[in-house]
């Protein structure tokens, strides 16, 4: 439990206490506290809650032995942690419904938890649907849900937290002592980063800050990637028999192609370095709360925003959270326009091609983009909510907890956790997707084997769609890109690193895919407008298959899911054609 | 916050100064759009490594880097005035401006050394990059000969020889206060 804010995790402990099972309670942040000048009288709150309860500082590794031990011991000795003493007594008519259930549950369903029926009885009374699904499964489960009905409702459910936060009130009011107008660097820190008018430009600032790190830093390790990936294909080509499938499959394919895209792995491990950086000193709980102001303007929730912040890593795991938005119409709307937000897949495309062409301010021009992307998604937010799922936003209420150091180690762990899903995909999804891709591309339209790159059946593809695009001048090579993007945006890049394999000799593979991307030659002027055209597309249409499924599985609904993945298509079509045509006024 | 009381007059000047120097950072920035020559010269003589992408600094850059030092000026400009007052408000700028302050020039930092060592990585394989560099070096050498060479330069009017040498003297200096921005805050606190 978070010692700082007990009020709110005791309602946790009394729900687990509720649960008849072996509770050991750990008081964490013990630091913060004694720095907050809070006293808290461990054996009376011991007491109280009849249970063992131990102070902890986990980040200093303090108390963690104690806990062990009292663990191991219990276990030893198979006793258990907790007695049944403690109890939530609440008010006397409520207690009644619940003797009630109890004799109901004894009478018709024996069998149902015999050892926690007052949990059980509690449960069924707030009308929980786990609960009632798994009695309505049991020997005259139905028969209690019948004779309880009249005085179980969800409205119960309200009065019986407002009677734990009475006992909880109580409680602390027994252990707890905070000596007043005490400061601390939190509150100091929180007057500027969460100031009126500062509030959001400073947002802006550590974002734009995240991405010239992310950039610029990794900028050796990419290097040193590519001068080994270099080498490998040298060394591998020159040992290999030459003209052979193998020797294509493995020069070609897997160093050209799966290569170009590992080559950005430390990029994305950057990124995610400084985005647990963030996080763990605090402040990305905050920017959520900064851009909950702006956001509830336009009529969206603010949890919303913390949604769109978990999709700068992945847009998958960012529709998944949308469940603990309750409204439905926040619900929608926040899985709709997450897409918009640019996830790390889309990274490696933007360093490709920004390093070639903005070379000295790719990390701009990668702020650029995701400001473009956040934009888009609130423009999309307003779009829903206020044309179709109308209504006003609920307010939005946020546990801001205090600024802490981020420590190496554990800012370590959770940057591994984030890009181990990269490396995994990478594995899996865009390892296949390059081999596909490699077939493709020595498989000849008429089915003969390593034939010319522009009649091979990747071209073929491409260029089946290329006329689609005919309007924005992309080359077929980025056509097919798009289209194998759609796996994994990541997959983009390979299909220039392995088509431009050969092509790229004494410039760099981002300069080749330049060269490539358009289909009729253009002004060197006008080079970065098309590029810039063709990052927005792979910023905004569909971010990858996973991602329809998850929101299809989110949403419940064909119709959402295809206006999720056909709206970012329209929207990625529409910006390069308004960007090539505003710019070819003035390139 | 007694220390706060005792300090007050002399971090109000620390704000303030450190409020005019993101100013006139800020306003550098924007002058240097036009001026990308004599910025070159002068940053190279002080803090380029091997490959700085400094080099090619552009407009969007410039514009940004001055919005940046725009807001840090302003909250230091608001701590200055809190601590004027004498309210905790003041304190809280000066602290909360400099954290970010200290941020930004850590940055500045982590990116110099990772330059440094992308070009060294680089020049193993491609020896192009350090002649490159050194002829970046000797340009360099050549623009300070010339703006120094002003003074003896008896065909320039005065007040052009003047304007030169305090072009030189402005960007010579800037990228100095520029890096040294978060150590000042950071040693004053």
């Given at each position: 439990?978070?010692?700082?804010?007990?009020?709110?995790?005791?309602?946790?402990?009394?729900?687990?206490?509720?649960?008849?099972?072996p509770?050991?309670?750990i008081?964490?942040?013990?630091?913060?506290?004694?720095?907050?000048?809070?006293?808290?009288?461990?054996?009376?709150?011991?007491?109280?809650?009849?249970?063992?309860?131990?102070?902890?500082?986990?980040?200093?590794?303090?108390?963690?032995?104690?806990?062990?031990?009292?663990?191991?011991?219990?276990?030893?000795?198979?006793?258990?942690?907790?007695?049944?003493?403690?109890?939530?007594?609440?008010?006397?008519?409520?207690?009644?419904?619940?003797?009630?259930t109890?004799?109901?549950?004894?009478?018709?369903?024996?069998?149902?938890?015999p050892?926690?029926?007052r949990?059980?009885?509690?449960?069924?009374l707030?009308?929980?649907?786990?609960?009632l699904?798994?009695?309505?499964?049991?020997?005259?489960?139905?028969?209690?849900?019948?004779n309880?009905?009249?005085?179980?409702?969800e409205?119960?459910?309200?009065?019986?937290?407002k009677?734990?936060?009475?006992?909880?009130?109580?409680?602390i009011?027994?252990?707890?002592?905070?000596?007043?107008?005490?400061l601390?660097?939190?509150?100091?820190?929180?007057?500027?980063?969460?100031?009126?008018?500062?509030?959001?430009p400073?947002?802006?600032?550590i974002?734009?800050?995240?991405?010239?790190?992310?950039?610029?830093?990794?900028?050796?390790?990419?290097?040193?990637?590519?001068?080994?990936?270099?080498?490998?294909?040298?060394?591998t080509?020159?040992?290999?028999?030459?003209?052979?499938?193998?020797?294509s499959?493995?020069?070609?394919?897997?160093?050209?192609?799966f290569?170009?895209?590992?080559?950005?792995v430390?990029?994305?491990?950057?990124?995610?370095?400084?985005?647990?950086?963030?996080?763990?000193s605090?402040?990305?709980?905050?920017?959520?709360?900064?851009?909950?102001?702006?956001?509830?303007?336009?009529?969206?929730?603010?949890?919303?925003?913390?949604?769109?912040?978990?999709?700068?890593?992945?847009?998958?795991?960012?529709?998944?959270?949308?469940?603990?938005?309750?409204?439905?119409?926040?619900?929608?709307?926040?899985?709709?326009?997450?897409?918009?937000?640019?996830?790390?897949?889309?990274?490696?495309?933007?360093?490709?091609?920004?390093?070639?062409?903005?070379?000295?301010?790719?990390?701009?021009?990668?702020?650029?983009?995701?400001?473009?992307?956040?934009?888009?998604?609130?423009?999309?937010?307003?779009?829903?909510?206020?044309?179709?799922?109308?209504?006003?936003?609920?307010?939005?209420?946020?546990?801001?907890?205090?600024?802490?150091?981020?420590?190496?180690?554990?800012?370590?762990?959770?940057?591994?956790?984030?890009?181990?899903?990269?490396?995994?995909?990478?594995?899996?999804?865009?390892?296949?997707?390059?081999?596909?891709?490699?077939?493709?591309?020595?498989?000849?339209?008429?089915?003969?084997?390593?034939?010319?790159?522009?009649?091979?059946?990747?071209?073929g593809?491409?260029?089946?769609?290329?006329?689609?695009?005919?309007?924005?001048?992309?080359?077929?090579?980025?056509?097919?890109?798009?289209?194998?993007?759609?796996?994994?945006?990541?997959?983009?890049?390979?299909?220039?690193?392995?088509?431009?394999?050969?092509?790229?000799?004494?410039?760099?593979?981002?300069?080749?895919?330049?060269?490539?991307?358009?289909?009729?030659?253009?002004?060197?002027?006008?080079?970065?407008?098309?590029?810039?055209?063709?990052?927005?597309?792979?910023?905004?249409?569909?971010?990858?298959?996973?991602?329809?499924?998850?929101?299809?599985?989110?949403?419940g609904?064909?119709?959402?899911?295809?206006?999720?993945?056909?709206?970012?298509?329209?929207?990625?079509?529409?910006?390069p054609?308004?960007?090539?045509?505003?710019?070819?006024?003035?390139? | 916050?007694?220390?706060?009381?005792?300090?007050?007059?002399?971090?109000?000047i620390?704000?303030?100064?450190?409020?005019?120097?993101?100013?006139?950072?800020?306003?550098?920035?924007?002058?240097?759009?036009?001026?990308?020559?004599?910025?070159?010269?002068?940053?190279?003589?002080?803090?380029?490594?091997?490959?700085?992408?400094?080099?090619?600094?552009?407009?969007?850059?410039?514009?940004?880097?001055?919005?940046?030092?725009?807001?840090?000026?302003?909250?230091f400009?608001?701590?200055?005035?809190?601590?004027?007052?004498?309210?905790?408000?003041?304190?809280?700028?000066?602290?909360g401006?400099?954290?970010?302050?200290?941020?930004?020039?850590?940055?500045?930092?982590?990116?110099?050394?990772?330059?440094?060592?992308?070009?060294?990585?680089?020049?193993?394989?491609?020896?192009?990059?350090?002649?490159?560099?050194?002829?970046?070096?000797?340009?360099?050498?050549?623009?300070?000969s010339?703006?120094?060479?002003?003074?003896?330069?008896?065909?320039?009017?005065?007040?052009?020889?003047?304007?030169?040498?305090?072009?030189?003297?402005?960007?010579?200096n800037?990228?100095?206060?520029?890096?040294?921005?978060?150590?000042?805050?950071?040693t004053?606190?």
């Amino acid at each position: 439990m978070d010692a700082t804010n007990l009020e709110r995790n005791f309602y946790l402990a009394f729900l687990l206490k509720e649960l008849e099972v072996p509770v050991l309670f750990i008081l964490n942040f013990m630091d913060v506290v004694k720095t907050k000048k809070i006293e808290i009288n461990i054996d009376r709150l011991s007491e109280l809650l009849d249970a063992p309860v131990i102070p902890t500082i986990a980040i200093k590794k303090k108390g963690i032995t104690e806990v062990k031990d009292l663990i191991k011991n219990a276990m030893d000795e198979q006793t258990l942690i907790i007695t049944k003493e403690f109890k939530v007594i609440y008010s006397k008519e409520i207690e009644e419904n619940i003797k009630q259930t109890i004799k109901q549950l004894k009478i018709n369903s024996p069998s149902f938890l015999p050892e926690k029926r007052r949990w059980a009885a509690i449960k069924i009374l707030e009308r929980d649907k786990e609960v009632l699904k798994e009695l309505s499964t049991v020997n005259g489960g139905k028969t209690v849900i019948e004779n309880v009905k009249e005085f179980a409702s969800e409205s119960l459910e309200f009065e019986l937290a407002k009677q734990r936060y009475n006992k909880i009130s109580e409680i602390i009011h027994k252990i707890y002592k905070q000596e007043k107008g005490v400061l601390t660097i939190s509150d100091i820190l929180d007057q500027v980063f969460l100031h009126k008018y500062f509030g959001i430009p400073i947002f802006l600032i550590i974002m734009w800050a995240m991405f010239e790190f992310t950039f610029r830093v990794s900028a050796p390790l990419v290097s040193l990637i590519e001068v080994g990936l270099d080498t490998l294909g040298n060394i591998t080509s020159s040992y290999l028999a030459e003209n052979a499938w193998y020797t294509s499959f493995i020069v070609d394919g897997i160093i050209g192609g799966f290569g170009a895209i590992l080559g950005f792995v430390p990029l994305i491990f950057m990124l995610f370095l400084v985005l647990s950086f963030l996080e763990d000193s605090g402040y990305l709980s905050r920017a959520a709360f900064v851009m909950d102001r702006a956001m509830n303007k336009i009529g969206l929730h603010g949890r919303s925003f913390v949604s769109m912040i978990l999709g700068f890593g992945c847009n998958v795991p960012a529709v998944m959270s949308c469940r603990a938005i309750e409204s439905e119409e926040d619900r929608l709307t926040t899985i709709l326009v997450n897409q918009n937000i640019s996830c790390s897949a889309r990274l490696p495309v933007y360093m490709l091609f920004g390093g070639a062409v903005w070379s000295g301010m790719t990390g701009t021009i990668i702020f650029f983009l995701y400001s473009i992307g956040i934009l888009v998604a609130i423009g999309m937010a307003l779009f829903f909510r206020k044309i179709i799922f109308k209504g006003e936003a609920p307010p939005f209420v946020l546990e801001l907890g205090d600024y802490r150091m981020p420590t190496f180690k554990y800012t370590g762990i959770h940057m591994w956790e984030r890009g181990r899903e990269f490396i995994k995909k990478a594995g899996w999804i865009i390892f296949t997707t390059v081999v596909v891709m490699w077939l493709l591309l020595n498989i000849g339209i008429d089915g003969s084997w390593a034939p010319d790159i522009e009649h091979s059946l990747l071209a073929g593809i491409g260029k089946l769609v290329q006329p689609l695009f005919a309007p924005l001048n992309w080359s077929w090579i980025a056509t097919a890109g798009l289209i194998f993007g759609f796996l994994a945006k990541e997959v983009v890049v390979a299909m220039f690193g392995l088509v431009l394999i050969g092509a790229e000799e004494g410039i760099g593979l981002g300069e080749a895919a330049v060269a490539a991307l358009p289909a009729t030659s253009i002004a060197t002027s006008s080079v970065p407008i098309l590029v810039f055209g063709y990052l927005v597309f792979v910023l905004l249409y569909t971010p990858c298959v996973p991602h329809i499924g998850a929101v299809y599985k989110e949403t419940g609904s064909k119709k959402w899911t295809l206006v999720s993945a056909s709206y970012g298509i329209f929207l990625g079509y529409l910006f390069p054609l308004a960007i090539n045509f505003i710019g070819g006024i003035y390139f | 916050m007694e220390i706060v009381k005792n300090k007050r007059s002399s971090l109000s000047i620390l704000a303030l100064i450190v409020c005019i120097f993101s100013f006139f950072i800020a306003a550098m920035e924007l002058i240097l759009i036009g001026m990308e020559t004599v910025l070159e010269s002068n940053v190279l003589l002080f803090f380029t490594s091997p490959g700085d992408p400094i080099f090619e600094t552009t407009f969007l850059d410039h514009v940004i880097k001055s919005l940046v030092n725009i807001v840090i000026g302003g909250i230091f400009f608001m701590g200055f005035l809190g601590l004027r007052k004498g309210t905790l408000k003041g304190f809280s700028f000066l602290i909360g401006g400099g954290i970010l302050a200290l941020g930004i020039g850590l940055l500045f930092v982590s990116i110099w050394f990772a330059n440094l060592i992308d070009t060294t990585i680089l020049g193993i394989t491609n020896p192009g990059v350090w002649k490159e560099f050194c002829n970046y070096k000797r340009y360099t050498v050549r623009m300070v000969s010339h703006y120094c060479g002003n003074l003896h330069n008896h065909h320039l009017e005065k007040s052009r020889k003047i304007f030169n040498c305090l072009i030189f003297f402005i960007f010579s200096n800037f990228y100095f206060f520029k890096f040294t921005n978060f150590l000042i805050i950071n040693t004053a606190n």
